[in-house]
């Protein structure tokens, strides 16, 4: 997964303060509102992941208190101590980047929600940890959806055999979708990848499915989020547009 989070450990943010931070949170939750009403869908069917990778719990706090009530990370080992530094808080934790076969046990349980299964054997993996745990996984399937050669996920053409298999995994939840387009000078430009995620999880939606249910298109970064939420994301992940940009 090559999400907008996805850099360097070194990687910080621009020092917004805490009020910037806030001010951030209540705009992008009013332009993804405003753009579920120009779709003529609910501004409540669409959440908010604010991606939190390389930013400090005493930062993430204001956008919390703003209105952000899942945050979004890429490394298991940088996003253990923020869960439980803002513990007291109304929020919960979505894993968001490429997940390694060796981590898994620790993230099932730990995360609501997996982003970024990219293949069967990882899906195997979490499905017999969550077995151990006692617990049933929710996870997204990355796709591929622009065929890119630097970017995991299953591609459009094997999903459908895919969520078969993983539907016989019986701990293991397969919520929907998850795809980044690959990089556009606009956010119209990735719009043709939103209604091709948009029509592949009506394609794979089936009541023979019993733990396959596609509910979530999780889709639309800082540059496109509006875009995502108008062709039907469910989730949007956003980083830059809350917490600045990165330097270093």
């Known amino acids: ?16 303060d805490s009020g910037r931070i806030a001010r ?5 939750l ?30 993430i706090r204001p956008a919390v208190e703003a ?27 979505h894993f968001i980047g490429r997940l390694q076969r060796r981590k898994v046990k620790a993230v099932v349980g730990t995360f609501e929600l997996i982003h970024s299964v990219d293949s069967v054997e990882l899906a195997a993996e979490i ?13 997204l399937l990355e796709i591929n959806v622009g065929r890119e ?28 979708l998850m795809a980044i387009p690959p990089p556009a000078p606009g956010a119209d430009d990735a719009r043709p990848y939103f209604q091709a995620m948009r029509e592949l999880a009506r ?7 019993h733990r396959v249910r596609m509910e979530e298109l999780s889709m639309g970064m800082s540059r496109d989020f509006e875009a995502a939420v108008e062709e039907g994301a469910t989730m949007v992940r956003i980083g830059t547009a809350i917490f600045g940009e990165r330097r270093g």
């Open 149 to 176: 050669a630097t970017k995991t996920g299953f591609s459009p053409d094997e999903a459908a055999n895919v969520v078969t298999v993983l539907d016989a995994m019986p701990n293991l939840a397969v919520r929907g």
């Open 203 to 209: 394609s794979l939606a089936s009541p023979h499915l």
């Open 67 to 93: 209105g952000a009530r899942i945050c979004g990370e890429n490394r298991l080992q940088e996003a253990l101590p923020k869960i439980e530094a803002l513990g007291g808080h109304d929020l919960r934790w």
């Open 24 to 28: 951030n949170v209540r705009e992008v």
């Open 30 to 59: 009013a332009r993804i509102s405003r753009a579920a009403i120009r779709a003529g869908r609910r501004p409540d069917t669409i959440r908010l992941i604010a991606v939190t990778k390389s930013v400090p719990a005493e930062r």
């Open 127 to 139: 499905d017999r940890r969550a077995g151990e745990a006692g617990l049933q996984q929710s996870v």
């Open 1 to 16: 997964m090559n999400d907008e989070s996805d850099s360097a450990p070194s990687t910080q943010h621009s020092g917004l």
